[in-house]
């Protein structure tokens, strides 16, 4: 097993503790969004490892709705900013504004809306890369710089963004330093027929179920402790950097990747499986994540970190049919 300070009884005292937590944030979840377990599972997965996280999905699928359904459950100062091209840095990081008094002048700082736990950048790839730009600072390092003078976010700080894939108009692609940053990319599809049936009368009647809060953000920031905490087998941690590391042209012994690949996975992809099958072991009550939870949050951490090779597209290789021939080597 890896290296780790806390005792297997104590993680295991933590993880029942947090059980009944996760039970009740998945069924407050489960009054405003029908069906879409895998990705209410992944949005908590991404949460619990203290990151960030794009949903794509064409519009009236509920990706706004989940996100505020998310602050609302999870007890976050949720901000919502809604982006467009004329959207500028200030506009989200805030400014310093002049003001007089007592015959003084002085420059006082006005934050922005990313001064929040949950950020909501809603169509992030409608804002224009200069204030994409000075989102990622955000991101990354949890503090951002005005007027020469950093400033510390509130903890935890969580982006979570939308992306509508299907209209390129007034678009701008999210540079591949910032896709990098979010650690699972979520596709959200249509409903089952059934979770569609249930989702139509209850929101079309008198009166609708609203979610409630169910955990707060020192239990969340507790949780996310305990995760970095979860020990991880020597087969695990070889079997994420076996794949990480086959899907890049560079060291692959794979001809096929070698060829359709353009550019593969970076070290933070490896850091995000890790992090991730971590969170997913516990959100389905287990002390240690396996093989099969990499293999099962693959997609949605490699599919933003990869681009395909003109020769991929032109022998019609898709990036999901490179991510299952990774997927395959973990056995």
């Avoid at 599972?41 to 064409?58: K, P, Q, R």
């Avoid at 459950?73 to 008094?101: C, H, N, W, Y």
């Avoid at 490896?270 to 992090?275: S, T």
Wanted: aromatic share 4%.
């Amino acid at each position: 097993m890896s290296t780790t300070t806390t005792t297997g009884t104590d993680l295991l005292a933590e993880a029942e503790a947090l059980s009944p937590a996760i039970g009740a944030v998945r069924a407050q979840i489960g009054r405003a969004i029908w069906g879409q377990r895998e990705v209410v599972d992944e949005a908590l997965i991404t949460l619990l490892s203290g990151g960030h996280m794009l949903i794509v999905g064409v519009p009236g699928l509920g990706k706004t709705r989940l996100v505020e359904t998310l602050g609302t459950v999870l007890g976050l100062a949720a901000k919502r900013v809604q982006f467009t091209p004329d959207l500028m840095p200030a506009d989200i990081l805030g400014s310093e504004v002049l003001e007089e008094q007592d015959g003084k002048r002085s420059f006082r700082f006005v934050p922005g809306p990313v001064f929040c736990q949950l950020l909501m950048a809603d169509e992030i790839n409608r804002a224009s890369p200069r204030t994409q730009s000075a989102l990622l600072q955000a991101m990354q390092e949890r503090r951002v710089a005005v007027g020469g003078v950093e400033h510390k976010l509130p903890a935890p700080f969580h982006v979570l963004a939308t992306q509508n894939p299907i209209e390129q108009e007034g678009t701008y692609p999210l540079p591949e330093a910032q896709l990098d940053r979010f650690l699972l990319e979520i596709r959200i599809t249509y409903p089952e027929e059934a979770d569609e049936r249930a989702m139509l009368i209850a929101t079309t009647g008198a009166a609708e179920a609203r979610p409630v809060q169910a955990m707060d953000a020192a239990t969340l920031m507790a949780a996310q402790n305990l995760i970095r905490r979860v020990p991880v087998g020597e087969s695990v941690v070889d079997g994420i950097l076996s794949m990480v590391r086959a899907g890049r042209p560079e060291t692959t012994d794979d001809e096929t990747i070698r060829r359709h690949v353009a550019w593969g996975p970076g070290p933070r992809a490896a850091q995000a499986l890790m992090l991730a099958a971590r969170a997913r072991a516990i959100l389905e009550s287990r002390l240690s994540p396996s093989l099969d939870d990499v293999a099962a949050l693959a997609p949605a951490v490699l599919r933003h970190r990869m681009a395909l090779s003109f020769s991929a597209r032109a022998d019609g290789v898709t990036l999901a049919e490179i991510i299952a021939r990774l997927v395959a080597r973990l056995g």
